[in-house]
């Protein structure tokens, strides 16, 4: 299941950089081509990546803010604690 998940993972993400890499060429001409589009579509793409991936931290912790853990270690949680 994990090898799945890791090719899904891989495949999605070099499809999504094909898509923005001609989203990117497309921006950059639309500005007037020439170093300057490319400079400002790069930095557009840029300020966008970085506001999707702040926006996407919150759902990567592995525990919510104010305690309790999500599905999966709550029964790792639940099972350590019989245990012990």
Not at 36 to 47: E, L, M, P, R
Not at 51 to 56: G, I, Y
């Amino acid at each position: 299941m994990r090898g799945q998940v890791l090719g899904l993972y891989s495949t999605g993400t070099m499809a999504m950089q094909g898509v923005a890499a001609v989203l990117a060429g497309l921006l950059a001409q639309r500005l007037g081509g020439g170093p300057a589009g490319a400079s400002t579509a790069i930095g557009a793409f840029g300020c966008a990546s970085l506001a999707v991936t702040v926006a996407l931290i919150p759902g990567l912790r592995r525990t919510r803010p104010g305690g309790g853990a999500r599905g999966a270690d709550r029964a790792t949680e639940a099972a350590d604690s019989q245990q012990a």
